[in-house]
């Protein structure tokens, strides 16, 4: 059974700090393409950034690159977003998901719950 749990969110102030965790189950963590996604109310889902399976690659959207850095633990078979510099734009939840690195295709068809990030004064 596929698993994917979303932790770390919360409330911060501009300018400060989070790491958003999601540990995996289920499948083989580490041959697959891991994105973190965000969804604010009344916007589009938004990607964030993607890691490859093997960590050698990742992506990170134009928005957020330079303040946020994803990586994994394939040892704990966990996705991580570090997240610097919150700017209240960055107010969603973040949700991850498998997609294929480069068309986005899901294989597994299945989503986190998410955790909610509130960036506010």
């Known amino acids: 059974q596929v698993q994917l749990v979303e932790s770390g969110g919360g409330l911060v102030q501009p300018g400060g700090s989070l790491r958003l965790s999601c540990a995996a189950s289920?499948?083989?963590?580490?041959?697959?393409?891991m994105n973190w996604y965000r969804r604010a109310p009344g916007k589009e889902r938004e990607l964030v950034a993607k890691?490859?399976?093997?960590?050698?690659?990742?992506y990170h959207a134009d928005s957020v690159k330079g303040r946020f850095t994803i990586s994994r633990d394939k040892a704990r078979s966990t996705l991580y977003l570090q997240m610097k510099n919150l700017k209240p734009d960055a107010t969603a939840v973040y949700y991850c998901?498998?997609?294929?690195?480069?068309?986005?295709?899901?294989?597994?068809?299945?989503w986190g719950e998410g955790t909610q990030v509130t960036v506010s004064s």
């Open positions: 998901g498998e997609g294929r690195f480069y068309s986005g295709a899901s294989d597994l068809d299945y």
């Open positions: 289920g499948f083989t963590f580490s041959i697959y393409t």
């Open positions: 890691i490859s399976g093997t960590g050698g690659a990742t």
